[in-house]
C-alpha cells in the first residue's frame, strides 16, 4: 500500500513484538489501594514503586540504615518548615536518637524563638511593610541580640546560646521548640545567618560582631558534623539559597581535609526544586541524591511516620 504526498517508504518502518521493547512500568509497580484497616506500613508499601513513591522509600531507607549503623543523620531546614507546623516531627526525631544535628537559617531560628516564647509567628508583610511596622517586635530582636551577646561572651555557637535565652524567658511553646529540644538532648543545633537578611538585624541592640562570632562558630561545628557524614544523610528541608551554601563549603572542608563521604546520602525536600538545592544539596556534594517535591506539611509528616514505622519502639539511639 502506498502513502501519497510522502517522501518517506513508511512501508519500509521496522516494528517488534512489544513483549521484547524494554519497559519503564509494569504490573508489579502499581499501586495497591488499601481497604483502610491495614497498618501505616500496609499503607506505605502499597504505593506505586515509581517516581516520588520510589524516592520517599529510598529516603526512609536511608534514615533508617544510619540509624542502625549509628551514622549521622543531619536536617537543615528554612522559616517555612517552622511556619507551616513541622517542627514537632523534627523534635520527635531529635528525642528518639534519630536526628543528631539541625542547622537552621536565620528565619527559621526567629520563627522557633516567637513560637517558643509568644505562641505565635510569622506576619502579614506586605500591609504592615506599608505601615511601617513589619519586622519590629521588641522581645524577639532584643532575645536574639542577647544571644549573640552571650555565645560571644561564653564563646559558644549561635544556637546553643539561642537555645538557653528561650529557656530562660519561658514561654507557651518551649516544648515546640527545635532549639529548645535540641539543648535539652544534647544534639548539636547551629544557625547560620546572613546579615541583612532577618528582621533581628534591625535593631541597633544588636552587636555586629557577636552575630558573626557566634554563626561562626555554628559553622565551624556544622563542618565538623557534616566531615562526618559518611554512611549518613543530610535533609535539606525547605532552605533554597542559604543552607545549601553552607553545606557545599561544609563539604569542601571535609574533603580537603582527607574525610570520607562514602555513602552518604542528600536529600532536598521543597515546594520546588531550585538551583542550589539541586545542585549543591544532590548533585555536587557525591553520594545518592534524592529529590522529593511538596507541601513541607505534608512531605515531612509523611517521611516522620515512614521511618518510625520501620524503627521499633525501645531501640532509639541516645544522643
Known amino acids: 500500500m ?130 511601617g511596622t513589619f519586622g519590629f517586635a521588641r522581645e524577639t530582636s532584643e532575645l536574639f541580640a542577647t544571644a549573640c551577646d552571650r555565645a560571644a561572651q561564653r564563646g559558644t555557637g549561635l544556637g546553643s546560646a539561642l537555645g538557653a535565652v528561650i529557656l530562660d524567658q519561658g514561654g507557651p511553646g518551649l516544648d515546640a521548640s527545635l532549639l529548645v529540644t535540641a539543648l535539652r538532648h544534647g544534639v548539636p543545633a547551629t544557625v547560620h545567618v546572613a546579615i541583612g537578611t532577618d528582621i533581628v538585624h534591625m535593631t541597633p541592640r544588636l552587636d555586629g560582631a557577636a552575630l558573626g562570632q557566634a554563626t561562626l562558630a555554628d559553622f565551624r561545628t556544622l563542618c565538623g558534623l557534616v566531615a562526618r557524614l559518611a554512611g549518613g544523610v543530610w535533609l535539606n528541608l525547605g532552605s533554597a539559597v542559604v543552607l545549601p551554601e553552607v553545606f557545599l563549603k561544609a563539604v569542601a572542608i571535609a574533603r580537603n581535609l582527607g574525610y570520607s563521604l562514602d555513602g552518604m546520602t542528600t536529600a532536598n525536600l521543597d515546594f520546588q526544586q531550585q538551583y542550589r538545592g539541586r545542585l549543591n544539596v544532590l548533585d555536587r556534594p557525591g553520594g545518592e541524591g534524592i529529590a522529593l517535591t511538596g507541601h513541607h506539611e505534608l512531605l515531612i509528616p509523611l517521611l516522620h511516620a515512614t521511618v518510625l514505622a520501620r524503627i521499633p519502639p525501645g531501640v532509639e539511639r541516645k544522643p
Not at 25 to 43: F, Q
Request: with cysteine.
Open 2 to 131: 502506498s502513502i501519497p504526498n510522502s517522501p518517506l517508504d513508511f512501508n519500509a518502518l521496522r516494528f517488534e513484538p512489544l513483549a521484547e521493547r524494554p519497559s519503564k512500568v509494569r504490573l508489579a509497580d502499581l499501586g495497591r489501594p488499601s481497604d483502610g484497616s491495614g497498618s501505616l506500613e500496609d499503607l506505605l508499601e502499597g504505593l506505586p514503586a515509581l517516581l516520588a513513591a520510589q524516592a520517599l522509600k529510598r529516603l526512609r531507607d536511608a534514615i533508617v540504615a544510619a540509624h542502625e549503623r549509628d551514622h549521622p543523620v543531619l536536617a537543615a531546614l528554612g522559616g517555612h518548615v517552622i511556619k507551616t507546623g513541622c517542627g514537632p516531627y523534627l523534635n520527635d526525631w531529635m528525642a528518639r536518637g534519630i536526628l543528631t544535628g539541625v542547622a537552621l537559617n536565620g528565619s527559621a531560628a526567629i520563627h522557633d524563638l516567637e513560637l517558643a516564647v509568644a505562641g505565635h509567628t510569622s506576619e502579614e508583610v506586605d500591609p504592615r511593610l506599608t505601615a
